[in-house]
């Protein structure tokens, strides 16, 4: 036990320093990113927009603008890390460590949602120059980062087990998970879509992250907190197994 909780650790503390060593890549692109959509849609459209659900538009993009930031390199740092592990082959020395499965799966998942988590933070701290921001919510609001941050870092895993070559997890971050956040509610309220593009946006999972970000850092969501909470938990778990059957099934791994 002790020998695993050590191997846990030494893996866990290599995949978060591979990120924090490389500061370039990792925090520089997302301040650049969230500065320019504070200043074009926080600033420049706000002063038209003024107010969505009774609340500044700058204040309402910016839980979206997290949510944008936390899932995108959640899922960017997992899948790249088994991507690379597989492309360079020194994931084969994970695989032959006495580590368990879900030791394994645990510090990829947990390493690329700290990184989410961070990048969230930063995007908060950007937020903070052009706004003021409170939060009304604490706990939901730790607990639904904590849980989307997860939750992505373990889709992460399986894009970097399936991705047979970069351009792979290009296009599932580019085409497939901006794509989602965008139409997610992000930049705009539910309440001013037609009754039946309300209901398809509804089948978006990326509404419920949103609002559930929304609700803790204002007190407001188009939905239930707590329904999209227990959803996502429950998703998230089932990802997470998902993740551990496919490194017992040496999925991705072996040739």
Known sequence: MNAERTGFYALLKRE??????????????PFITNVLYF???GVILG??????????????ILPGLIVLGAV??????????????????????????PLSYRSMV?????????RGVVVGALVAVIGAFFTTVGVENP????????VITLLFAGFGVVGG??????????????????????????????????????????????IYMVNGVR??????????????????TALTLGVTALNVVLFKRGYGLTD
């Not at 995108?72 to 032959?96: D, K, P, Q």
């Open 106 to 114: 645990g510090a990829f998942v947990l390493s690329s949602a700290a």
């Open 39 to 41: 200043s074009v849609f």
């Open 139 to 146: 706990l939901y609001l730790v607990a639904f980062m904590l």
């Open 161 to 206: 087990l399936w991705a047979d070559d970069f351009d792979d997890l290009t296009m599932m971050n580019q085409f497939i998970l901006r794509p989602l956040v965008f139409f997610g509610g992000v930049f705009y309220s539910l309440g001013e879509l037609p009754a039946t593009v309300q209901q398809v946006s509804l089948l978006n999972p990326m």
């Open 72 to 97: 995108s390199n959640a899922f960017e740092n997992a899948s790249f890390s088994i991507f690379h592990g597989r492309w360079n082959r020194y994931i084969e020395e994970v695989l032959t460590s």
């Open 16 to 29: 978060v320093l591979r990120f924090i060593r490389r500061p370039r890549n990792t925090f520089v692109p």
């Open 215 to 232: 609700y803790g850092f204002l007190g407001v969501s188009e939905v239930d907190p707590n329904a999209s909470l227990a959803v996502l």
């Open 47 to 60: 002063e038209r927009i003024n107010e969505i659900a009774g609340v500044p538009y700058i204040l309402f």
